[in-house]
């Protein structure tokens, strides 16, 4: 399955944006999601999951009740809501996608656990 992220940008802390993941070719709806994110000089880092059918939302510590996951699997996207976004967020975000079901639902937070990403997609918060 080939990833595509958009949304990123600049924005000033307190602010919002909304990640936007199109997926193509395997069958989108059957697979677990996840967005990761990478600053610089650091490692990459879960951010959040959801299950293939969307029922299931995770998150890092780092952002729950800031960040929502959610997908659209009629037109095959995945969603990253990101709201009151502090200059920490900064970072490229990744999405990714899992064609080992059983694995993802173990191990959704390990980078391992997902087969295909996308290009990644700039996100920069001002303070």
């Known amino acids: 399955v080939q990833l595509v992220e958009s949304g990123g940008g600049l924005v000033q802390a307190g602010g919002s944006l909304r990640l936007s993941c199109a997926a193509s070719g395997r069958t989108f709806s059957t697979y677990g999601m996840g967005w990761f994110r990478q600053a610089p000089g650091k490692e990459r880092e879960f951010v959040a999951a959801?299950?293939?059918?969307?029922?299931?939302?995770y998150y890092a510590d780092s952002v729950k009740g800031r960040f929502t996951v959610s997908r659209d699997n009629a037109w095959n996207t995945v969603y990253l809501q990101m709201n009151s976004l502090k200059p920490e967020d900064t970072a490229v975000y990744y999405c990714a996608t899992s064609s080992d079901g059983s694995r993802w639902y173990l191990q959704k937070r390990i980078i391992g656990s997902y087969d295909s990403w996308g290009q990644g997609t700039q996100v920069t918060v001002s303070s």
């Open positions: 959801i299950s293939w059918s969307g029922g299931s939302a």
